[in-house]
């Protein structure tokens, strides 16, 4: 049972617009929720995280949007640069568990 | 601070075969926890350990089993290896308490069975 999905396996954007990455959640208990980078033959990387209780989170280029009611989380990356082409990961929390998504790959095109 | 180390970075087994992966975390991190990644399975969790305890089990069979040793170091052991173990398999560690929900991720042991 796969409690964050990633339904877009991939994503490829211009160099300087906004991509939009998103994840959907089944469970409610969930309290927090990440977002992590991971380049080829390494490990995920932490991005940013926001907490249940908030909607929003921004940390430079990073934003993360959180509606619970819909159960859905979004990454926002502006502007988006070469460097960003990754696979992401959407990740949720319960006690000490991480629930993982599928990953979205995003290529930034120069 | 020297990041979660994972040894080996690859691995080449035989089915049948048992493996054991090492994970050294975070000093300070005493929270270790383990997952496989596959292709299109995104990281399944596999166990977490926390002073020397498991504290959480994923949904792999008891083929796959760990331990944690006094300095916070985890190991991980696959017996009766199948081909469908292949994966990467990666080890993050936590910080103790506080509100800081991220996990710091190892780079990896790429594990091939053949």
């Known amino acids: 049972d796969q409690q964050v999905k990633q339904n877009s396996p991939s994503l490829s954007v211009q160099e300087g617009r906004i991509s939009i990455l998103n994840c959907d959640y089944t469970?409610?208990?969930?309290?927090?929720f990440l977002w992590y980078k991971k380049y080829p033959a390494e490990g995920p990387t932490f991005l940013i995280s926001i907490s249940s209780i908030k909607d929003k989170n921004e940390d430079g280029r990073f934003t993360v949007f959180l509606n619970k009611s819909a159960k859905h989380l979004s990454l926002h990356i502006v502007p988006s640069q070469p460097g960003d082409s990754a696979v992401y990961f959407c990740?949720?929390?319960?006690?000490?568990?991480?629930?993982f998504g599928t990953g979205t790959s995003l290529t930034v095109i120069p | 601070k020297a990041g979660v180390t994972q040894t080996p970075r690859y691995l080449i087994k035989t089915r049948g075969q048992q493996v054991t992966l090492s994970c050294s975390p975070i000093s300070g991190h005493r929270s270790v926890s383990w997952y496989q990644q596959t292709p299109g399975q995104g990281l399944q969790f596999l166990f977490e350990?926390?002073?020397?305890?498991?504290?959480n089990k994923g949904n792999f069979p008891g083929r796959f089993s760990g331990r944690q040793f006094s300095n916070s170091r985890s190991e991980m052991n696959v017996s009766t290896l199948e081909l469908g173990d292949s994966a990467l398999y990666l080890c993050?560690?936590?910080?103790?308490?506080?509100?800081?929900?991220?996990?710091?991720f190892g780079q990896g042991t790429r594990l091939t069975v053949v």
């Open positions: 990740a949720a929390r319960t006690g000490n568990q991480f629930y």
């Open positions: 350990y926390f002073s020397e305890t498991q504290r």
């Open positions: 993050a560690s936590r910080r103790p308490g506080g509100p800081f929900p991220e996990a710091f």
């Open positions: 469970n409610s208990m969930f309290d927090y």
